[in-house]
């Protein structure tokens, strides 16, 4: 079989289209959501490999399924190495996502109707922390704190008399749009004076927490959770960490609690970004994650926004475009149309509606990747600011989306190496955008 064969070229091309556009707007533009990266070649790989033909439920050695001797294999790979990195007791590699090992998590450690404090979603937590159309705001009973009004950073006061006042069965800690490194410690004494639990979702950071420049909250929390494709580079998928004491309740709780089948070969992408992740280039590459973010920031800052909290120390910002007077939706649409990728935020205290709020949030994991640095993140920041302040002006979008298309050549994406085919069928994407 001719391995660089295109199979869905051939065999379905309207998806293959689809693929093949995709690619290019990858190629050619600047991926600056900040919980999206580019796995390496390898990941893709095994992600795209027979693994997804196979059934396993269960665990390695305990499965309900016969011919499991390989993607056990697998399994203990990606639960080794997984533990390795993050200094765990116990690893399930099996959650289909981040929301999933959450669910996981709030299945084995409390009961429907109990009390759980967590962040709130409008000053940058997430929906599975609670909010009122998921099902953990819809199970449980979630009371939210938030940031301070006057530096945007938690507050742990406001914590500490939640915890007091409610009395939670579990407190999270984790967000998706918070700028700042989150005091795992802090939480954690908080738990332990009101007798709940600590989960900590970290999924945003967790490739910091593997390469060492963030806090890790495995040693002071009952449960982490994480997904595996933001900062950590892995395929889409989540985990779930626990003490050894845990360990059997939590596997239950993933399966058969709240999953059925592991999807295996996300398992072995899981595996070998692990494995990735552990070598020492890794922190190198996180650490420049941190360097661009702060020199995109202080250029962004300089240039007449404003950023919450003032900057970041992680790899993402969230920043107020009101100043400019315009909103976060037109800010995410102007920036699409010249290349840019990114999404509207809420910013902690918006008066604006969740659909058109007040800020974007960036991040510079996948620009990272691709090998830019703080060079890059200067020109990028100056773009953005030019087309933010004059929206309208066509002539200025697309002279900046040439700027954009330019730089992206300079710094290929690794998918773009991979199916060549597609990089340079142009005639592809005039198909699916008409
Ligand atoms: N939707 C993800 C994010 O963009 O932060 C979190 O799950």
């Given at each position: ?60 050695g ?40 959450n ?53 742990f ?25 989150i ?49 950590l ?38 595996a ?26 202080a ?10 909290s003032?900057g ?11 100043p ?47 090998g ?13 600011l ?19 298309s ?29």
């Amino acid at each position: 079989m001719n391995s660089t064969h295109n199979f869905v070229q051939q065999e379905d091309p309207a998806v293959w289209d689809a693929i093949a556009a995709e690619q290019i707007r990858q190629r050619d533009g600047l991926e600056m959501i900040a919980s999206e990266n580019f796995t390496s070649p390898a990941v893709m790989q095994a992600v795209g490999s027979v693994l997804t033909n196979k059934y396993a439920e269960g665990y390695p050695g305990h499965r309900y399924y016969g011919g499991c001797e390989f993607v056990d294999a697998v399994e203990n790979l990606a639960r080794d190495r997984a533990k390795k990195l993050f200094g765990a007791e116990h690893v399930n590699v099996q959650p289909h996502s981040g929301s999933q090992a959450n669910s996981a998590v709030y299945l084995m450690a409390i009961q429907p109707g109990d009390t759980v404090l967590a962040f709130d979603l409008a000053h940058g937590g997430h929906l599975t922390h609670g909010m009122k159309l998921n099902s953990s705001g819809i199970l449980y009973r979630f009371i939210h704190y938030g940031v301070r009004r006057d530096n945007n950073l938690i507050d742990f006061d406001q914590v500490a008399a939640l915890a007091r006042e409610h009395k939670p069965k579990l407190i999270v800690a984790g967000a998706s749009a918070y700028p700042r490194e989150i005091q795992h410690a802090r939480f954690a004494e908080i738990a332990r004076e009101v007798s709940a639990k600590l989960m900590v979702d970290m999924a945003h950071y967790a490739g910091l927490v593997a390469a060492g420049i963030h806090d890790n909250p495995v040693p002071v929390a009952d449960f982490v959770t994480s997904t595996t494709h933001k900062t950590l580079r892995g395929p889409r998928g989540g985990i779930a960490i626990c003490r050894a004491e845990n360990a059997k309740a939590l596997d239950r709780s993933v399966f058969p609690g709240t999953q059925g089948g592991p999807l295996m070969h996300s398992i072995a992408g899981k595996a070998v970004a692990f494995a990735e992740a552990l070598r020492p280039d890794f922190k190198i590459y996180a650490e420049k994650v941190v360097d661009n973010a702060r020199a995109l920031a202080a250029a962004l800052a300089s240039g007449g926004v404003k950023l919450v909290s003032g900057g970041t120390d992680n790899h993402l910002m969230l920043v107020d475009v009101t100043p400019l007077g315009i909103g976060g939706k037109l800010a995410e649409e102007v920036l699409d149309r010249c290349g840019i990728t990114c999404n509207k935020n809420m910013i902690p205290y918006d008066e604006r509606k969740p659909m058109d709020p007040s800020g974007i949030r960036l991040g510079t994991p996948a620009l990272t990747t691709r090998g830019m640095g703080t060079d890059e993140m200067q020109r990028i920041a100056q773009w953005i600011l030019r087309v933010l302040k004059s929206p309208a002006d066509t002539a200025l979008v697309a002279v900046t989306k040439q700027d954009v298309s330019d730089l992206a050549e300079q710094f290929p994406a690794p998918a773009a190496q991979l199916e060549p085919q597609a990089s340079r069928d142009a005639r592809t994407l005039q198909t699916v955008m008409g």
